[in-house]
């Protein structure tokens, strides 16, 4: 989409397939993070841009070649592992939201969320990422990062193993992130055992 000389561009790096959504939303460019989707298995970092407007001249390094190996060898489970890590995801959201230590769940997934109409219109599945905000607090919120057993205390934005952050720690003093805000990178794990690994840590927070 180009208004004027102004190419528009998208940091689509935390969705499965930014090509996708460049091609629907109609932008110049928009960026790619190749290990996320492409590879998911946590052991390379890559990211490039997928280019729509022809006249966008595209510049940068050159992957190396045993990289672009690790993107192929991931392209043969890319659609097992966003349709797992995707269910996974919404079951979480839907238990966080029913929670009494939780006060707020952010995932496209929920209908009360305010880009939900449009991920319907783009996409096929809402993802893996996810975050919630703990009810108890700041210290609460920090403490559940802590003591999960299946969610792994890490930044990424995703993988074939959950992950969980304290987000503000992270983002710094100077982010507007809530301080009762934990962001969740859901694997492909049983639904089942995460939901209960979270309730645990949060109920566990709640008591102390």
Known sequence: MRIGDVVTYVDAAGHVV????????????????????????GDYIFR???MTDPTVILAGAVPAPFDCWLIRRGLATLPLRVSVQSSNALKIAEFLQAHSGVSHVHYPGLAYHPGH???????????????FQVAAGEAAARKVASITKLFTQATSLGSIESLIEHRASVSGESASTPRDLLRLSVGIEDAED??????????SAQSK
Request: no cysteine.
């Open 194 to 203: 995460l939901v209960e690994d979270l309730d645990k840590a949060i109920k």
């Open 48 to 50: 490039g841009l997928s």
């Open 18 to 41: 930014p090509a996708r959504v460049a091609a629907v939303v109609g932008v110049g460019a928009a960026t790619i993070a190749a290990a996320i989707g492409a590879g998911g298995l």
């Open 117 to 131: 109409t449009i991920a319907r219109k783009q996409m096929s599945a809402f993802g893996g990422m996810l975050s």
